[in-house]
């Protein structure tokens, strides 16, 4: 397994749980410093990314791109898949599919998290989902032409009334005409919505596609109650071999929380 961290480019979203946000510059020299494999990145749109620009910083550094997050199309704008705007969810539809095109271009695949959306007013549960797969099928067959999976996060309870637990999101993904949508695992959802962590991953198997390393009160591993080696040889019986990111609050500060993640996964078993 390879580890990663978070890197926010979304003044907007100040306060959430990524570790640097200070530019992609200095989250490159620190994560490399430190020993990381990747950076994980979270943009306010496509177009903010400048890829030739990236490319140099990550070979540089030796680094590369474990993912790509959408999430500033929720942040900056409101825009979800499930809206009961259909202009909505066609904008929220094309600001994913520019993530996807640009984290290609970066060899990473784009994650879909708070962009799902929720049931609410007067959009059901059961058409909210049919919303979603309908843009999962599209979105997952565009990212399968660049030779990338969509990752799609499960989330907690409180963010999202859709699929909260990894079975039940195993489960809804069969039922889809595209075949390349995988789980994103975040540790941290998990131990909200989880009785226990070993055997949802053991469920959702193969589906696995990334995993966000946070402990069980979204500080870095190491600093709640999450059962690392439990969680690790979980991961391992399923041939997972993706990338654990840091997807945390930097608390007490970023540098902690980034040196604290690296001495986590640097205990465990190679």
């Given amino acids: 397994m390879k580890s990663a961290i978070t890197v926010s480019l979304v003044p907007q979203a100040a306060g959430g749980p990524f ?35 990236i490319r140099e910083l990550l070979a540089q ?22 809206h009961a705007d259909a202009a909505i969810r066609a904008q929220a539809r094309e600001f994913i599919r520019g993530i996807i095109d640009v984290a290609a271009a970066l060899g990473a695949p784009a994650i879909l998290g708070s962009m799902q959306g929720r049931a609410e007013g007067g959009v059901t549960r059961e058409q909210a989902l049919g919303w ?5 099928d ?7 032409q660049h030779g990338r999976v969509l990752l799609y996060e499960p989330l907690n309870r409180y963010e999202t009334n859709l699929l909260n637990r990894l079975a ?3 489960t809804w993904l069969h039922t889809l ?3 390349n949508v995988r789980i994103l695992a975040d540790l941290f959802h998990m131990n909200i919505e989880e009785a226990d962590l ?28 999450t059962d690392l080696r439990a969680v690790h040889a979980a991961l391992d019986k399923i041939g ?12 007490p500060d970023a540098p902690t929380a980034a040196q604290e993640t690296m001495r986590s996964f640097q205990k465990l078993p190679r």
Avoid: M
Wanted: glycine residues 12%; contains cysteine; hydrophobic residues 50%.
């Fill in 19 to 53: 570790v640097f946000w200070d530019g992609l510059a200095a989250a490159c020299e620190t994560a490399a410093a430190l020993g990381f494999d990747a950076i994980e990145i979270f943009p306010p749109n496509a177009v903010a990314l400048d890829v030739a620009a």
């Fill in 61 to 82: 550094h030796q680094l590369t791109v474990a993912a790509v997050g959408t999430g500033g199309g929720w942040v900056i704008n409101k825009w979800t898949l499930t």
């Fill in 132 to 136: 979603l797969g309908e843009a999962l």
């Fill in 138 to 144: 599209d979105l997952g067959e565009h990212a399968a």
């Fill in 168 to 170: 039940d999101t195993a």
């Fill in 177 to 179: 005409r595209t075949k």
């Fill in 198 to 225: 070993h055997a949802a991953i053991a469920e959702a198997g193969a589906l696995i596609g990334h995993v966000h390393f946070a402990d069980s009160n979204r500080r870095a591993i190491g600093l709640g109650h």
């Fill in 240 to 251: 997972y071999r993706g990338f654990l990111s840091a997807e945390i609050l930097p608390l």
